[in-house]
């Protein structure tokens, strides 16, 4: 079913609040998020001939293309060299250093620090599974559909995220007395 094109960039333009949290997450860098989602959205508006508003909706769909723009940017740096401007250089440390606060108290970077560090930590195809199921609030389903993977690849992936997850936070919550070893 082809949408007219208001129609269709109406629910592109309603998810972009998703697209970004989860290209920030991704980049952990504003501007390349700002980039990311950028580039989704005119990939979304020049292949919406190939959008079926059946399958999942709008999100997965989306996200997919975000996933996989990120997947060749990632390779692609890989690729070339890369230099830091020193305005970049500044901003990244502001983060480290408590300096940057968040305007969104629900936004990843407003999680307990400790929980964000166990995050990053995850291997990166068990934390883009964690924050589409905890964070987007995606099915296994849509999920599947978002990374083109099996939806048993999904459940598994998951179930090791969350795993690891908690033998991350384990030594923390010892630590902190909220358990006893």
């Avoid at 990843?108 to 990166?124: G, S």
């Avoid at 995606?138 to 999904?154: F, N, Q, R």
Wanted: hydrophobic share 40%.
């Amino acid at each position: 079913m082809n949408l007219p094109r208001e129609q269709f960039e109406m629910l592109a333009m309603a998810e972009l609040d998703s697209l970004y949290r989860m290209a920030r997450r991704l980049t952990h860098n504003p501007s390349g998020a700002e980039d990311l989602v950028q580039e989704t959205i005119a990939r979304a508006l020049a292949g919406r001939e190939g959008f079926d508003l059946l399958g999942f909706g709008m999100k997965p769909w989306l996200l997919r293309i975000l996933y996989n723009l990120h997947l060749n940017r990632v390779a692609r740096e890989k690729r070339m060299p890369m230099s830091l401007s020193d305005d970049a250089l500044d901003s990244s440390g502001s983060y480290r250093h408590g300096g940057y606060s968040p305007k969104d108290p629900t936004s990843l970077e407003a999680m307990d620090e400790e929980v964000v560090k166990a995050l990053d930590r995850l291997h990166p195809d068990y934390r883009v599974i964690m924050l589409l199921w905890a964070v987007e609030d995606l099915s296994y389903k849509e999920i599947a559909a978002t990374l083109d993977i099996p939806m048993g690849t999904v459940m598994s992936r998951l179930h090791r995220a969350r795993s690891r997850l908690a033998d991350l936070l384990h030594s923390f919550a010892a630590r902190e007395g909220i358990i006893r070893e």
